[in-house]
């Protein structure tokens, strides 16, 4: 042993570094099954199981196997689903997407059948349901917003009326969320929530999605409705904005790209906030750890513990059974 004189002068962080009890002790972020929502998409037919190739590990699902899925989420310690509809016939306004028996409507009333306790929670948009592929009504290649806050507020209130214990808008439609409230009131529904994908940014990391989903668009693009990603202030006004028109808790999509303005959210606004881990981030993970770049399960809870550190309450992710079981 060399024997070495004892500096002083310095702090000694170290002392808490040693051994894992320690770490765990002095912890400041911690992840939790109960903190994920685990997307899921469901398409028409029976005995349907389909591997979403820029997505491995995920699948759209009919809705006749959802019961043996949520049940793997429940007993993962997952409290709750995301739904996105397949939709079998597009139309110019997409209207399976309030139709009693569309398609998300007969999963929330399989999903509530099956695990009555897991919280169902439904994406509210048109993109899906639309033979252009975009979020709303058109006219010419434009985008409508105000005709198009009727037929949100429509299928969220279907979705409610089917069983939804959670409304989450995506489209990003000025006033949607208010549109939504109302409609939800009127028809009696006042204690449902609404979770507003406030800051939703016209990303390259929803590519995968496009696949998952079937909701690419037929000409142009999103960024006529969807935000900047260059724009962080705006962001802040938009999520107030949400705040004002009756959102219980709002969020901030992509998360990875917009810790920074994931965490200005956390400073400034005291409601729930979320963070929508999305396609592009989970599909480079896989990506990485399929050529052996990355350690799997290190680098997806180091992910995942960023977004909580940066102030998500809750964190939408494709990983969260994968996480969950890791975390046990």
Same mark, same amino acid.
């Given at each position: 042993?060399?024997?070495?004189?004892?500096?002083?002068?310095?702090?000694?962080? =170290?002392? *808490?570094? #040693?051994?894992? &009890?320690?770490?765990?002790? %002095?912890?400041?972020?911690? +992840?939790?099954?109960?903190?994920?929502?685990?997307?899921?998409?469901?398409?028409?037919?029976?005995?349907?199981?389909?591997?979403?190739?820029?997505?491995?590990?995920?699948?759209?699902?009919?809705?006749?196997?959802?019961?043996?899925?949520?049940?793997?989420?429940?007993?993962?310690?997952?409290?709750?689903?995301?739904?996105?509809?397949?939709?079998?016939?597009?139309?110019?306004?997409?209207?399976?997407?309030?139709?009693?028996?569309?398609?998300?409507?007969?999963?929330? =009333?399989? *999903?509530? #059948?099956?695990? &009555?306790?897991?919280?169902? %929670?439904?994406?509210?948009? +048109?993109?899906?349901?639309?033979?252009?592929?975009?979020?709303?009504?058109?006219?010419g290649d434009q985008v409508e917003n105000d005709p198009t806050l009727d037929l949100l507020a429509r299928t969220a209130v279907s979705h409610v009326e089917a069983g939804a214990d959670l409304v989450a808008p995506s489209d990003m439609m000025d006033g949607r969320v208010q549109a939504i409230r109302q409609a939800l009131d009127l028809a009696g529904y006042q204690h449902v929530p609404v979770m507003a994908y406030a800051a939703k940014f016209a990303s390259a990391f929803y590519g995968p999605f496009r696949e998952a989903a079937g909701s690419t668009p037929q000409f142009g693009d999103r960024r006529g409705y969807q935000m900047d990603p260059g724009n962080g202030r705006e962001a802040l006004r938009e999520i107030a904005a949400d705040i004002e028109e009756g959102a219980d808790i709002v969020m901030v999509k992509p998360a990875l790209p917009y810790l920074d303005v994931l965490a200005r959210a956390r400073e400034e606004f005291r409601h729930p906030l979320a963070a929508y881990h999305v396609s592009g981030e989970y599909a480079m993970l896989k990506a990485a750890v399929a050529n052996g770049w990355l350690d799997e399960r290190r680098a997806t809870l180091e992910t995942l513990t960023s977004i909580r550190r940066a102030g998500a309450d809750v964190i939408i992710t494709y990983c969260a059974l994968e996480a969950a079981a890791w975390l046990r």
């Open positions: 042993m060399i024997a070495t004189a004892t500096r002083t002068g310095f702090t000694r962080f =170290r002392r *808490l570094r #040693r051994k894992e &009890p320690l770490r765990a002790l %002095v912890r400041e972020t911690t +992840l939790d099954p109960g903190d994920f929502i685990y997307p899921i998409f469901v398409q028409p037919g029976r005995g349907q199981e389909t591997p979403i190739s820029a997505m491995p590990g995920q699948c759209q699902y009919s809705v006749d196997r959802l019961p043996a899925l949520a049940e793997r989420v429940a007993a993962a310690g997952v409290p709750a689903v995301l739904l996105f509809g397949i939709p079998e016939h597009k139309d110019e306004l997409g209207s399976e997407a309030w139709a009693e028996h569309g398609i998300v409507q007969q999963a929330v =009333r399989e *999903l509530k #059948r099956a695990v &009555p306790d897991l919280l169902v %929670v439904t994406d509210i948009c +048109l993109c899906e349901y639309t033979s252009h592929g975009h979020c709303g009504v058109l006219a």
